[in-house]
Every structure is written in C-alpha cells, then in structure tokens.
C-alpha cells in the first residue's frame, strides 16, 4: 500500500521559514517525480514545485521562485520543500504527490500525481 505522509507545517510570522517533509512508502521511491501542491481555502489546489527522478532537476512555479527550495533523500524516501521569507497568501495546506506519467518535472498538472497524503497546514500570519 503505498502512502505519503506530510508533515513540518505550523503557524509563522511573514517573513519566517519552514521546512515541509514528505516522506513515501509503498513505492520505489527513486523512480517518481515528487510534487508540492497547496490548496488555500475556497481555492483550487495548485502545485508549486517538483523534485525530478530522472534526474536532479526541479521545477517551481513563477509565484514561489526565490523563496521556494526543493530537495529530494532518496534513502530517505523523502521530499523537502523549504520555504524562505513567508507571506500571508502562503498560508494553505500543503499536500505531496507523486507524478504517475512523467519522471523529469516539466509540469504542475494535478492529474498526473497520485498517492496524496493527508497534508500539512500552513499558517502565515503576525
């Protein structure tokens, strides 16, 4: 069975940072794109940033570029997304997939990631 787990989510102050984990099992972890999605509320979930397994490129979203880092620990079956300098509308849950028709990150089209966890909330405010 596989499963995702989210998890690094808290309550900041804009301008602080957190680091998101996800951390897989079930699956060969070394062979999936790893994406971030958030989903704030009343809007759509969409995807901020994608860890490759082809190879070690990524892929970030033009909103959260500078502030948003990727990293994947292949033995650790886990996916890090730091977020630098946060601000209000990063307040969302942030949710974890992995990318089911693609292994190198081109793409945050939601229908190609599958296995999401239960997702980590983050809270932006002073």
């Known amino acids: 069975q596989v499963q995702f787990v989210e998890s690094g989510g808290g309550l900041v102050q804009p301008g602080g940072s957190l680091r998101l984990s996800c951390t897989a099992s079930g699956l060969e972890f070394r062979d999936y794109a790893i994406g971030w999605f958030r989903q704030a509320p009343g809007k759509e979930r969409e995807g901020v940033s994608c860890?490759?397994?082809?190879?070690?490129?990524?892929y970030y979203v033009d909103s959260v570029k500078g502030r948003f880092t990727i990293s994947r620990d292949n033995a650790k079956s886990t996916v890090y997304l730091l977020i630098d300098n946060l601000k209000p509308e990063d307040t969302a849950v942030y949710y974890c997939?992995?990318?089911?028709?693609?292994?190198?990150?081109?793409?945050?089209?939601?229908?190609?990631?599958?296995?999401w966890g239960q997702g980590t909330p983050v809270t932006v405010s002073s």
């Open positions: 860890a490759s397994a082809a190879d070690s490129s990524t």
């Open positions: 997939g992995a990318n089911l028709m693609r292994r190198r990150c081109a793409t945050m089209r939601h229908y190609e990631y599958a296995y």
